[in-house]
Antibody, heavy 122, light 109 residues
Framework: QLHLQESGPGLLKASETLSLTCTVSGAAISRTDYYWGWIRQTPGKGLECIGSVDYSGTTYHTPSFKSRVTISVDTSKNQFSLKLTSVTAADTGVYFC??????????????WGQGTLVTVSS | SQELTQPPSVSVSPGQTARITCSGDALSKQYISWYQQRPGQAPVLMIYKDSERPSGIPERFSGSNSGATVTLTISGVQAEDEADYYCQSADSSGKYHVAFGGGTKLTVL
């Protein structure tokens, strides 16, 4: 059974870089038919998709995050990671990693990790 | 960009049918997914491609798309179905512009 687990610091100061890692178990991250990505849930904007990466490192980013986001994959560790630069209080929320399915005219997310709370202090 | 609109809340009694709607400009061009989120938990995929149900999801959950409005229907609602439900689509303007609705709180009376 596919399982994903987020890890990383839960408390940051404004202007710092948020770094999270997602460890995948139950499936090889090198599968060519899956993407892996990040979604966050904030009090201000609800659920937002940040971006996805595939086994080769090809990435997709939601435009509003593109200038601040790096998503990378490490197939040797079966992990993928998120870096979000120059964080502000608006970036406070729960960050979920998950498997992203991208097919013509559809994108869906299944399963999700349990989520990790990130708080940005000013 | 795509915006998806959901009613903030829906209330039903146990055993009744709950219908949660999701409306947006380009729903006829994109498939919708639905997620259930219980307090303190991660969202769970309930429906994808408008009406497909992942394995393990009870048959009482179904989805439909009439073009301008997409509906999640829960037949024979149970107390355990009380949760927030979110619709999600991909923006019709590009391959990777994902939109989520604001969520609907389902209350089982």
């Amino acid at each position: 059974q596919l399982h994903l687990q987020e890890s990383g610091p839960g408390l940051l100061k404004a202007s710092e870089t948020l770094s999270l890692t997602c460890t995948v178990s139950g499936a090889a991250i090198s599968r060519t038919d899956y993407y892996w990505g990040w979604i966050r849930q904030t009090p201000g904007k609800g659920l937002e998709c940040i971006g996805s990466v595939d086994y080769s490192g090809t990435t997709y980013h939601t435009p509003s995050f593109k200038s601040r986001v790096t998503i990378s994959v490490d197939t040797s560790k079966n992990q993928f990671s998120l870096k979000l630069t120059s964080v502000t209080a608006a970036d406070t929320g729960v960050y979920f990693c998950g498997r992203h399915v991208i097919v013509p005219a559809a994108i869906w997310f299944d399963p999700w990790g349990q989520g990790t709370l990130v708080t940005v202090s000013s | 960009s795509q915006e998806l609109t959901q009613p903030p809340s829906v209330s039903v009694s146990p055993g009744q049918t709950a219908r949660i709607t999701c409306s947006g400009d380009a729903l006829s061009k994109q498939y919708i997914s639905w997620y259930q989120q219980r307090p303190g938990q991660a969202p769970v995929l309930m429906i994808y491609k408008d009406s497909e149900r992942p394995s393990g999801i009870p048959e009482r959950f179904s989805g439909s798309n009439s073009g301008a409005t997409v509906t999640l229907t829960i037949s024979g609602v149970q107390a355990e179905d009380e949760a927030d439900y979110y619709c999600q689509s991909a923006d019709s303007s590009g391959k990777y512009h994902v939109a989520f609705g604001g969520g609907t709180k389902l209350t089982v009376l």
